[in-house]
């Protein structure tokens, strides 16, 4: 009897103790699962620039420098394309590094094709898509800067360029190289950055000469205004650094 008793008590003991054993195993890995996460949510944040101080933004410009200025000979437009891809990688939370890059060097390169100025696409893009390149409107509009498949078929012909169907609207450069002509063609017609960015947003056909009388509208005032806030921290970083 007592030799039974004793055989249970050692049995329950040692699974007690077995399931001890792997519960202390699972904290423990839970332990450090959370403080690798910890650790790479931290990284992350410095990556995107999130800890804003003058010597972080020194430390990420010297990191890309050396990256961006092999296919950018010229210093402003380098200091350009790392401004502009700071504010992708910013802005942007599914636009790898290595695409921000070829983008920023993109924006900046189609923007002087046209005498656009960069910041004021890099405010259209967060306006049309918050940076997503795979939005899509109620309407249709696609990509960064939320082209309608027809508009691009017809930019596509104007450029000479073939698009393989409207899933190449996804395409960040391809949609970026589309969206900065068709702007540009749209101020070479109205002869006005707020008319051209009204008639990107309603479409040419329902631009009137009374469109603009009624006061400007709100779309043209939020991409304004977000351009004109991208350049005053741009500057106030530059005289920080």
Same mark, same amino acid.
Not at 15 to 39: E, P
Not at 57 to 68: Q, T
Not at 150 to 172: H, M, Q, R, W
Not at 210 to 226: D, N, Q
């Given at each position: 009897?007592?030799?039974?008793?004793?055989?249970?008590?050692?049995?329950?003991?040692?699974?007690?103790?077995?399931?001890?054993?792997?519960?202390?195993?699972? *904290?423990?890995? @839970?332990?450090?699962?959370?403080?690798?996460?910890?650790?790479?949510?931290?990284?992350?944040?410095?990556?995107?620039?999130?800890?804003?101080?003058?010597?972080?933004?020194?430390?990420?410009?010297?990191? *890309?420098?050396?990256?961006?200025?092999?296919?950018?000979?010229?210093?402003?437009?380098?200091?350009? !394309?790392?401004?502009?891809?700071?504010?992708?990688?910013?802005?942007?939370?599914?636009?790898?590094?290595?695409? @921000?890059?070829?983008?920023?060097?993109?924006?900046?390169? !189609?923007? !002087? +094709?046209?005498?656009?100025?960069?910041?004021?696409?890099? @405010?259209?893009?967060?306006?049309?898509?918050?940076?997503?390149?795979?939005?899509?409107?109620?309407?249709?509009?696609?990509?960064?800067?939320?082209?309608?498949? /027809?508009?691009?078929?017809?930019?596509?012909?104007?450029?000479?360029? $073939?698009?393989?169907?409207?899933? $190449?609207?996804?395409?960040?450069?391809?949609?970026?190289?589309?969206?900065?002509?068709?702007?540009?063609?749209?101020?070479?017609? *109205?002869?006005?950055? /707020?008319? #051209?960015?009204?008639?990107?947003?309603?479409?040419?056909? *329902?631009? +009137?000469? #009374?469109?603009?009388?009624?006061?400007?509208? @709100?779309?043209?005032?939020?991409?304004?205004?977000?351009?004109?806030?991208?350049?005053?921290?741009?500057?106030?970083?530059?005289?920080?650094?």
């Amino acid at each position: 009897m007592l030799r039974k008793l004793s055989d249970h008590i050692t049995f329950y003991l040692f699974g007690f103790f077995k399931v001890s054993f792997f519960l202390s195993l699972l *904290f423990l890995f @839970a332990i450090l699962f959370v403080k690798s996460v910890h650790i790479h949510y931290k990284e992350s944040l410095a990556s995107l620039n999130v800890l804003n101080s003058p010597v972080s933004r020194f430390k990420e410009r010297m990191f *890309f420098y050396s990256e961006i200025q092999e296919t950018t000979a010229n210093p402003e437009y380098l200091r350009e !394309e790392i401004d502009i891809f700071r504010f992708i990688l910013r802005f942007s939370s599914v636009i790898s590094t290595s695409d @921000a890059m070829k983008l920023a060097k993109l924006i900046r390169e !189609e923007s !002087e +094709n046209y005498g656009l100025n960069p910041f004021l696409i890099l @405010a259209m893009i967060q306006i049309e898509s918050e940076f997503s390149p795979r939005a899509v409107s109620p309407k249709g509009a696609m990509g960064l800067m939320q082209i309608m498949p /027809e508009t691009a078929e017809f930019i596509a012909g104007e450029l000479g360029v $073939s698009i393989d169907g409207i899933k $190449s609207l996804y395409n960040p450069f391809i949609n970026v190289r589309l969206g900065v002509y068709y702007l540009s063609m749209l101020i070479n017609r *109205f002869k006005s950055v /707020e008319w #051209a960015l009204h008639a990107y947003n309603a479409g040419p056909s *329902f631009i +009137n000469t #009374a469109s603009l009388e009624r006061g400007i509208p @709100a779309y043209v005032k939020k991409v304004l205004r977000f351009k004109n806030i991208l350049e005053s921290q741009r500057i106030a970083e530059e005289q920080s650094l």
